[in-house]
């Protein structure tokens, strides 16, 4: 059976991001904000606000109700910084929620765990700079590498990607991987769930977040640029990625967004989603 076989004639509507001037002396500066997620990583924020660069316009952090210190570090370490509480829990809901509050023509979103380096930002909106609408981080990339990924998810990662990559005629090197920009006009592809409805879970929330976007920028057809990154491992306390539990989520997004199937449009009441 051959790709086509599988696809179709279903091709999905090409959507136009509008372009936003390119960095130069003659034209405005897109303004650059920064979406960070972050759950009790007060040790951590000092490392990653530290190395953010200068000329950021925006960086907003989305507290998921947090117990240590985070919000105070993160407002002693980068004066000006947008709070945002998320209404429900997930990584997925988080993210929601800072794009919501983007003031910015870029957006970009890292982790608050030290294991993404902000100073590799640059190069993310250097890609949108050149045209694309979604820069699209990868370990896999040449330049690119990790520190953090164990033998067992780099060979799932693989696996999703072969996935995703024939049956959306993709060539993503690294689907779940969470560094990415994009312009703010994707955030409408993006299509989210409601950030502010508290009344329960909802499918995006947890960490099929980077799948549900990747798969819908692909839908959309807008031009999409891998740019290397490399992962380093959580600076202090525990990652709330379980490798089968997360994975099977990611399939299902998979097949959910292509074929319309495997996963609720909602969570059902008392069903918890992946923490932030």
Same mark, same amino acid.
Request: with cysteine.
């Given at each position: 059976?051959?790709?086509?076989?599988i696809?179709?004639s279903?091709?999905?509507?090409?959507?136009?991001v509008?372009r936003?001037?390119?960095?130069?002396?003659?034209?405005r500066?897109p303004?650059?904000?920064?979406?960070i997620p972050a759950?009790?990583?007060?040790?951590?924020?000092?490392?990653?606000?530290?190395?953010?660069?200068?000329?950021?316009?925006?960086?907003?952090l989305v507290?998921?109700?947090?117990?240590d210190?985070?919000?105070?570090?993160?407002?002693?370490n980068?004066?000006?910084?947008?709070?945002?509480k998320?209404a429900?829990?997930g990584?997925g809901?988080?993210?929601?929620?800072? @794009?919501?509050?983007?003031t910015?023509?870029y957006?970009v979103?890292i982790?608050a765990?030290g294991?993404?380096?902000?100073?590799?930002?640059?190069?993310?909106?250097?890609?949108l700079?050149a045209?694309?609408?979604?820069?699209?981080?990868?370990?896999f990339?040449e330049?690119?590498?990790?520190?953090? %990924?164990?033998?067992?998810?780099?060979?799932?990662?693989w696996?999703?990607?072969f996935?995703t990559?024939v049956?959306?005629?993709?060539?993503?090197?690294?689907?779940?991987?969470?560094?990415?920009a @994009?312009?703010k006009?994707c955030?409408e592809?993006f299509?989210l769930p409601?950030h502010?409805?508290?009344?329960?879970?909802?499918?995006?929330?947890g960490?099929? %977040?980077?799948?549900l976007?990747?798969?819908r920028?692909?839908?959309?057809k807008?031009r999409?640029d891998?740019v290397?990154?490399f992962?380093f491992?959580?600076?202090?306390?525990?990652?709330?990625l379980?490798?089968?539990?997360?994975? @099977?989520?990611?399939?299902?997004? %998979?097949?959910r967004e292509?074929?319309?199937f495997?996963?609720?449009a909602?969570?059902p009441?008392?069903q918890?989603?992946?923490?932030?």
């Amino acid at each position: 059976m051959s790709v086509d076989d599988i696809l179709g004639s279903e091709r999905s509507t090409e959507l136009t991001v509008p372009r936003v001037p390119a960095r130069s002396g003659d034209e405005r500066r897109p303004r650059v904000s920064v979406v960070i997620p972050a759950m009790n990583e007060a040790r951590n924020l000092p490392h990653v606000l530290g190395h953010m660069p200068k000329d950021i316009d925006e960086v907003i952090l989305v507290d998921g109700n947090s117990v240590d210190d985070t919000v105070a570090v993160a407002q002693a370490n980068w004066p000006g910084i947008k709070i945002v509480k998320q209404a429900r829990k997930g990584k997925g809901n988080a993210l929601a929620a800072g @794009f919501a509050a983007c003031t910015g023509d870029y957006i970009v979103m890292i982790d608050a765990d030290g294991s993404m380096d902000p100073r590799e930002i640059p190069r993310f909106t250097a890609a949108l700079d050149a045209g694309a609408a979604y820069a699209k981080g990868s370990r896999f990339a040449e330049g690119g590498g990790s520190d953090d %990924i164990t033998a067992l998810r780099k060979v799932g990662n693989w696996g999703l990607n072969f996935m995703t990559n024939v049956l959306f005629r993709t060539s993503f090197s690294d689907l779940c991987y969470g560094y990415n920009a @994009f312009r703010k006009d994707c955030v409408e592809i993006f299509a989210l769930p409601d950030h502010a409805d508290t009344t329960q879970p909802r499918w995006g929330d947890g960490f099929e %977040i980077e799948t549900l976007i990747n798969t819908r920028v692909a839908k959309a057809k807008v031009r999409i640029d891998e740019v290397y990154s490399f992962e380093f491992r959580r600076m202090y306390g525990q990652s709330n990625l379980l490798t089968f539990r997360d994975g @099977f989520r990611v399939v299902r997004t %998979i097949m959910r967004e292509r074929f319309g199937f495997g996963a609720p449009a909602e969570v059902p009441a008392g069903q918890t989603t992946t923490a932030a």
